[in-house]
């Protein structure tokens, strides 16, 4: 079933941002041990264009936590189906994120790096969603700042659906 899609960002305006992203980033590191973490899926896309975006040392890793499953919703429990391999300890640590909306996963991964010792722990993400925000999580580095709506592409999915395109949409459900 194909849905009804309205764009919200072109890619233009979303590689654009990015890059800027990046600079601010880079700025900010400089030489410090940093470490970026992905938060897969949805961010994969934002993350590789980040990454090459930040022109300080670094290193990457992933991370995959489930929540949503196929709905659009969260449900409360959240759980890693893949950990990070790289040890943290004395670093800082950047978290990338496609979508803070909730703020309960983001909660979740800042405690489980908090145990970890990192030096700092910081949160980029692609699009901030205020609407349905639970937790007050601080999000130190933002693309962009969201309403409420269903967005897909660059990553983002709906039910597996929309990753592909280059540019973030609504769904009109």
Not at 103 to 113: A, H, N, V
Not at 120 to 148: C, H, M, N, W
Request: with cysteine; glycine share 4%.
């Amino acid at each position: 079933m194909q849905h009804t899609l309205k764009e919200v960002f072109s890619a233009q305006e979303i590689q654009e941002r990015v890059k800027n992203l990046g600079k601010e980033i880079s700025q900010i590191y400089k030489d410090e041990p940093l470490v970026l973490i992905c938060v897969l899926k949805g961010a994969f896309l934002f993350f590789s264009d980040l990454v090459r975006a930040i022109d300080c040392p670094h290193e990457i890793d992933f991370v995959r936590l489930a929540s949503y499953g196929s709905s659009d919703t969260s449900s409360h429990s959240i759980a890693f189906t893949k950990d990070i391999e790289i040890n943290v300890e004395d670093k800082h640590v950047l978290i990338v994120e496609d979508i803070v909306d909730t703020g309960l996963t983001m909660e979740f991964l800042l405690k489980q790096l908090s145990v970890r010792k990192a030096k700092s722990v910081k949160i980029a993400t692609l699009l901030s969603k205020k609407a349905r925000r639970e937790k007050a999580i601080p999000i130190d580095f933002v693309g962009f700042y969201i309403q409420d709506g269903f967005l897909v592409g660059y990553g983002l999915d709906y039910a597996e659906k929309y990753r592909y395109l280059p540019n973030i949409c609504e769904v009109e459900l």
